[in-house]
Nanobody, 115 residues
Framework: QVQLVESGGGLAQAGGSLRLSCVAT????????MGWYRQAPGKERELVAI???????RYSDSVKERFSISRGNANNRVYLQMNSLKPEDTAVYYC?????????WGQGTQVTVSS
């Protein structure tokens, strides 16, 4: 059974940094892509960043130049380095893995940025 487990969320001040980590267990394949989504209260879940095999990377416009996504050497890990955090980055962040059109999701980790 595939499981995605996030860690690294928490409380940060505006302008600060946090690093999120996600590890996938129970898999015998490499995800076609892994990424991060977030959902703020009262809003829909949105893409933050995604990295596909071959290192194709896409960021949402709201986090470009501030966030950086990377994958571990084993390809079952994905990281999100978040710098210059803003209060509007406050949300639950979800790890996502895509394989042959199917999505796997983590439980989410809370990120709260205070002004």
């Amino acid at each position: 059974q595939v499981q995605l487990v996030e860690s690294g969320g928490g409380l940060a001040q505006a302008g600060g940094s946090l690093r999120l980590s996600c590890v996938a267990t129970g898999i015998r394949f490499s995800f076609d892509a892994m990424g991060w989504y977030r959902q703020a209260p009262g809003k829909e879940r949105e893409l933050v960043a995604i990295i596909a095999n071959g290192a194709n990377i896409r960021y949402s416009d709201s986090v470009k130049e501030r966030f950086s996504i990377s994958r571990g050497n084993a390809n079952n890990r994905v990281y999100l380095q978040m710098n210059s955090l803003k209060p509007e980055d406050t949300a639950v962040y979800y790890c996502n893995g895509k394989f042959r059109g199917r999505d796997s999701w983590g439980q989410g980790t809370q990120v709260t940025v205070s002004s």
